[in-house]
């Protein structure tokens, strides 16, 4: 009997390929698998589509950019993945400096705008999201805080413990917070000494990104430092307590990528795999999984929800810089802030 | 496995066996200077069907030679045979012997008849065969009716009846006992050591029974090695041990003694006996025939062979021969004297006393006994 | 002499080793083939870890490890173990004391609660904690109007000891019951009162269970990744602080140094309590069994005991209560409206491959892990001088290692054929392109981390069975795997019964390895609930963890009457201890 569930239970885990043969190509086949660094349901609805597509068999994985990495670099000789698929880039930065990635510029990519692209053809992005801040509108006026509209707001001793944001060691996000404030303050220093005076109001650095989001909006904190898109989907989810709002000085984004794994085993369904994130066909499921980013195909559709890029002040965010200095910035980070005692 | 284990069948077909032989057996722990000898050196001759007893003080080695025979450690050097077959190389378990536990170590999940069951099922048995057997094992141990019982609804007695009967229904060519009747009171040990007594004859299985106790010894044995530190001090009947024990230790161990001071001995004319000045009296009494030669040597009288009188008036005061009483106490079967001398404390035992003889506290007493009663041996060194 | 001084206790010392008892041919089978399982189930991947770890990153480590900052993330650690493994160890002895010396209604309830948390995957306690417990909890801001902050130190002491108190109160109960009452009635005799009589004869009685209970939460509590990523707030443990190294910073080496300096309080405490366990042999169980443990009668005695266990069954009772309600709502304490999305999220597609494909592999690894930790158990107490030392100590390595360091160990060793220059001797067994699709290395882990359960009761149950039971079986001529087969495993059933238990529990709700070696065509129910509570959506992982529970339960039931047969006679003293 333990057999027989084994085997059930082995069974490859996707959506059933059309072998019917309605649109796949004809040399196209065999089955690829995606490291997925966005929300389950989103590498859910993503993979469940390619397979009704082209007949290819897509599996995922749920994986933080860390994660990722880590992996990649352990199956190194033995790719498990075919590719990476959404999360910010800064980690495909790193995985491309470790020659864990493959170019392609893929004919898709034409459509993308430039600076929403690897120059070298390691990734291209398939989404953006904006830096925000998730405030839960009870617990603020319970403390009798506005709505924080700057950076400063979130040094109010008021918010004493009622800040969440994410580590930036495994949280790409939170990087993206840390490296926001080097950019904006012109220098690792500042953009420390900035952090340092944040941590007296932090209740804890998560791991997940996307945490701080969910703990705002069940109450725990006032305020969490995430996405603009991830806090829309929590208020969609019912955490309706929950408002976006954005920094006046300026804040960062990320750009979520997708890119070839180096040694993929299905080279040629990988890279139509790539070629199919970038139509707009493809970037428009985003928005019926209640994933609200910010889609790179001018093509695609808009959506209410999503944030304007045009109404938000952003700082210059420079991703090679960013993935350079990325392992040096967090040991500092974890060495000087995140282990410190607070006042 | 079990193939190669004896059955009973086989055996009774054979001449009885059982033949066990330690020979120059030694068992030291430890390196270096923290290595003690456990057993040091024995030899030892079990004869078929013959009923050896291991005694001694705790700590003697007698558990670990037990052991050693049974399997359960390993001689550092010597060897042990079994009909002329070296048993060192078979495990515990391909030895033909059975042993009996102080614990009684009954499987606590089987029932009785599981229990006995257990070495014929082992020995794969008929099952016909083996509820027989077992059933033959229970009545003669008297536990027909507790056959279904677990060993924790079983008193004590009836436990070690079960672990006795448990090891004798697989007809061992020799049955080990270690110290298995300790945890029982004193009615129940004398009554269980006749009935292991009883069994033992009848099934001629030899056996080595290790014990402290030397009522068990002398009430069970053929023969009794009497141990000290790792070493065999003496062995024989148990009358040889009594009477003519080879040591100041054997004498003192086994039984009651009184040692008395020898100012002089020399070889007597008589065969096995020597002239000594003993309480002030030149007498000739049987001795060890090392006591001569020996620098030293005491003489034991066992406390029964004393005789005790009253003082008369004019008797004459030698030396040792009378003394005042210091304590009596009467048993029913016999008085014990408590006797204080010029010569030491010595301890007498009337038998069956008239009543009016038996002497009060604090009066004199004199004293006397038979030389052919006793034992003129080499004094400790 | 003085020549025959230098060579004769050489010589001695030879013929003493090559007349040791002799091991029978199974033994020795035995020996080489669990060595040989635990050199490729654990060794191999910690040597790999382990020359990782002495990479130049992880060497920068070790040079950092007593900066201040390291050295804090270190004493959290230790912190945090010894806090759990005490608070653990007391909750469970106290269950398991109420459960043998007291009689009261509701006593088969309290023993169900009390295993419950065994049974409860990572986060299940953790997110119903927060949400009764927390700044907004439903207890703490709308009953009582507290704000407590649980993040940190003390919601960690709560839920982990809440989590893993139920390994110790397995191991005290199994004591307890086989402990020989007569000693308390000795004690009793000679005048000592019930409280002395419980702290001089008892207590002591007691303490390696005590002690081994303490080893294993403490052990548990340190390894533990899950709660610290979810409460752990700024109290960085060693096992948060590798999984950022690796996660975050890309940096294995580092990890591995974190994880081995993670290793050593583990095998700290593992030493002290061997030394322990050695000194203080108590062997009470001679097949010579007495009575039955006395009823404590007193009623003040009665009142404190009942209470304290009441009010922890009720708040283990509100926990899962709370996960239960909490799938079945849209999202509790916010918007209790009742709606079944989240299960029809679940037991859609993913949901249900990950179900399927989590319980075949734990079904698959439960018995192996039962049987190499009785084994090991058996050869360690029972045959082995010479290496037992080393055996056991293999044994529970696989508890020690924490889960982070396990699962990136197996990725590194197993992702490639294994083999010797161009001989491979095994093929890929983790990752997604492994035979199987990675599943054989996740049963490797299930069972390298389940074993060790076995392994420790097995010891217990064992050292507490008479010598002399094992030497009556061989002198009536069973061999040592007749003995083990028909005497042994007989006595040994309640212990091999709670070793299964918890091994195919721990095998459905371990996480931190599992992360590592997942593969998109081995889904793991565990990696899917950290999805979840990840992306904050509690009442998907409450949906999930009550299916985990469910299974969890179903499958311990069908081991009850599996493993359980009624041949035993029903007095014999042993049988009682059953986990049932």
């Known amino acids: ?343 | 496995m079990s193939t190669t284990l004896p059955t009973r069948t086989e055996q009774d077909a054979e001449k009885p066996t059982g033949e066990l032989v330690l020979r120059d057996v030694e068992k030291s722990f430890g390196v270096g200077e923290n290595r003690v000898t456990a057993v040091d050196h024995i030899n030892l001759t079990v004869k078929p069907g013959e009923f050896v007893t291991l005694l001694g003080p705790s700590g003697c080695g007698k558990t670990t030679t037990l052991r050693m025979i049974a399997g359960f450690e390993s001689p550092t050097s010597g060897s042990v045979l079994l009909d002329g077959e070296d048993m060192l190389r078979l495990t515990p378990d391909r030895r033909p012997m059975a042993m009996v536990f102080q614990s009684y170590a009954l499987f606590p999940h089987m029932t009785v008849f599981d229990n006995v069951a257990y070495g014929l099922k082992l020995r794969k048995v008929p099952a016909k065969q083996l509820k027989e057997e077992v059933g033959f094992a229970l009545a003669s141990m008297g536990l027909t009716a507790l056959a279904d019982r677990a060993p924790n609804q079983l008193s004590g007695g009836q436990q070690q009846r079960v672990a006795l009967a448990r090891a004798m229904v697989v007809k061992p060519k020799v049955l080990l006992f270690d110290e298995p009747l300790s945890n029982l009171d004193a009615k129940l040990r004398v009554q269980m050591r006749l009935e292991i007594r009883r069994l033992q004859r009848l099934l001629g299985i030899s056996s080595v029974y290790v014990t402290h106790d030397q009522d068990e010894a002398m009430s069970l044995s053929d023969r009794i090695v009497v141990m000290r530190s790792g070493r065999i001090e003496q062995v024989g009947t148990p009358d040889e041990i009594y009477r003519t024990p080879e040591s100041v230790f054997v004498a003192d161990f086994i039984g009651r003694a009184n040692f008395l001071d020898v100012t002089e001995a020399s070889t007597s004319s008589r065969e096995g006996h020597a002239d000594i000045t003993v309480l002030g009296q030149r007498m000739s009494a049987r001795a060890h025939r090392d006591a001569v030669a020996a620098p030293e040597s005491v003489l034991l009288v066992r406390p029964e062979a004393i005789r005790v009188r009253r003082f008369a008036e004019g008797d004459d005061k030698v030396a040792g021969n009378h003394g005042r009483v210091l304590n009596a106490v009467f048993y029913g079967e016999s008085v014990e004297y408590e006797i204080e001398t010029e010569v030491g404390t010595i301890v007498a035992v009337v038998s069956d006393p008239v009543y009016d003889e038996i002497v009060p506290v604090g009066d004199l007493v004199g004293i006397s006994f038979d030389p052919e009663r006793a034992w003129l041996l080499p004094a400790a060194s | 002499m003085t020549i025959s001084n230098a060579t004769v206790p050489r010589a001695r010392r030879f013929s003493l080793r090559s007349r040791e008892t002799p091991l029978d041919l199974t033994t020795r089978i035995a020996v080489v083939l669990v060595v040989l399982i635990l050199g490729v189930l654990i060794v191999l991947p910690l040597v790999n870890i382990l020359s990782s770890a002495v990479s130049e990153q992880g060497l920068a480590v070790f040079n950092s490890i007593f900066s201040s900052v390291n050295l804090q993330v270190l004493q959290n650690t230790v912190v945090l173990g010894v806090l759990v493994g005490a608070i653990g160890t007391v909750i469970g002895f106290l269950l398991a004391y109420v459960q043998v010396r007291l009689d009261f209604r509701g006593k088969k309830l309290l023993h169900l609660l009390a295993l419950l948390p065994i049974v409860s995957p990572p986060f299940a306690v953790a997110t119903a904690v927060i949400t009764l417990f927390g700044r907004s909890g439903i207890i703490t801001r709308d009953l009582l109007g507290i704000t407590p902050t649980l993040y940190g130190l003390p919601g960690l002491t709560i839920v982990l000891s809440l989590s893993f108190f139920p390994a110790a109160y397995m191991n005290m109960l199994g004591l307890m019951r086989s402990l020989d009452p007569s000693l308390d009635e000795a004690a009793a005799s000679i005048g000592a009162n019930k409280w002395r009589t419980f702290v001089t004869v008892t207590l002591p009685m007691l303490v390696p269970g005590f002690a081994s209970s303490f080893l294993l939460l403490f052990v548990e509590a340190i390894a533990d990744l899950a709660n610290p990523l979810v409460i752990g707030g700024d109290f960085t443990v060693l096992s948060s602080r590798a999984y950022i190294a690796i996660t975050g910073e890309y940096n294995v080496g580092a990890g591995a140094a974190y994880s081995l300096v993670l290793l050593l309080p583990g095998l700290l405490v593992f030493l002290i309590q061997r030394y322990w366990a050695t000194r203080k042999s108590v062997v009470s169980v001679t097949g010579k069994p007495a009575g039955r443990p006395a009823v404590i009668t007193s009623i003040p005695a009665r009142i404190v005991l009942l209470t304290l266990s009441g009010l922890l069954a009720l708040l283990i009772v509100t926990i899962y209560a709370t996960v239960i309600v909490g799938g079945f709502v849209k999202i509790l304490g916010i918007n209790n409206e009742f709606d079944l999305s989240h299960y029809r999220y679940v037991l859609s597609g993913i949901g249900s491959d990950a179900m399927i494909t989590t319980t075949a592999l734990a079904l698959i690894a439960t018995p192996i892990a039962g049987v190499l930790g009785l084994v090991i158990a058996w050869l360690i107490t029972r045959k082995l001088r010479r290496g037992r030392a080393l055996i056991d100590f293999l044994g529970m390595l696989g508890l020690a290692v924490p889960g982070t360091v396990l699962g990136i160990g197996y990725a590194l060793t197993f992702n490639k054929p294994l083999g010797f220059g161009n001989v491979a001797i095994l093929p890929a067994l983790a990752g997604g392109g492994a035979v199987l699709g990675g599943a054989i290395a996740i049963v490797m882990v299930y069972v390298i981390r389940s074993s060790p359960s076995g392994q420790r009761s097995g010891v217990a149950a064992l050292q507490q069975i008479d010598v002399a039971i094992d030497e009556a079986s061989a002198s009536l001529g069973a061999s040592g795997v007749t003995t083990f087969r028909k005497v042994t495993l007989p006595l040994i059933r309640p212990a091999l019964l709670s070793g299964l238990i918890y091994a195919f529990a721990r095998s459905m709700t371990t996480l931190s390895p599992i992360i590592f070696i997942t593969t998109p065509q081995t889904k793991i129910m565990t990696s899917q609930i950290l999805s979840e509570v990840d992306a904050g959506r509690f009442g998907n992982a409450f949906a999930y963890c009550t299916i985990l529970i469910v299974i969890v339960m179903s499958v311990i039931g069908l081991l009850n009457l599996f493993v359980r047969d009624s041949s035993v006679p029903k007095a014999a003293g042993l049988s009682s201890a059953t986990i049932n």
């Open chain 1, 1 to 343: 009997m333990s057999l027989a569930l084994l085997m059930s239970g082995c069974a490859v885990t996707s959506t059933d390929s059309g072998d019917d043969g309605s649109t796949g190509s004809d040399e196209l086949g065999g089955s690829i698998t995606i490291a997925c660094g966005a929300m389950e349901d989103w590498c859910q609805a993503m993979t469940t589509a390619f397979t009704a597509e082209t007949g290819v068999q897509a599996n995922f994985v749920r994986l933080s950019s860390g994660e990722t990495v880590a992996r990649l670099d352990a199956a190194r000789d033995n790719p498990e993945f075919d590719v990476w698929h959404g999360g910010p880039v800064d980690g495909f930065g790193a995985a491309r400096d470790a020659g864990l990635l493959e170019a392609y510029d893929s004919p898709n990519a034409a459509a993308i705008p430039d600076k929403y692209k690897d120059a070298d053809h390691y990734w291209t992005g398939v989404y953006v999201g904006a830096l925000g801040f998730c405030s839960n509108t009870k617990v603020l006026d319970e403390l009798g805080v506005d709505v924080p509209e700057s950076w400063e707001d979130l040094l109010d001793p008021k918010l004493k413990g009622q800040i969440s944001t994410a580590h930036p060691s495994p949280s790409g996000t939170a990087f993206t917070t840390l490296w926001t404030q080097v950019t904006r303050l012109g220098g690792e220093e500042e953009g420390l000494e900035y952090m340092k005076k944040m941590h007296n109001n932090v209740l804890q650095y998560s791991k997940s990104g996307t945490a701080p989001g969910q703990i705002a909006g069940r109450g725990e904190v006032a305020v969490g430092l995430v996405f603009s898109h991830d806090c829309v989907k929590y208020q969609e989810e019912g955490l309706t307590d929950l408002t976006v709002s954005f920094p006046k000085e300026g804040t960062g984004y990320e750009i979520g990528g997708v890119a070839l794994v180096k040694g993929s085993k299905n080279k040629t369904a990988a890279q139509a795999y790539i070629d199919w994130t970038l139509t707009a066909e493809a970037q428009n499921i985003g928005p019926t999984v209640g994933s609200y980013q910010v889609l790179t195909n001018p093509d695609a559709a808009v959506d209410d929800r999503m944030v304007k890029l045009e109404d938000v002040e952003f700082v210059d965010y420079d991703f090679v810089a960013a993935a350079a200095a990325k392992p040096g910035l967090t040991a500092r980070f974890d060495a000087e802030i995140a282990a410190q005692p607070k006042e």
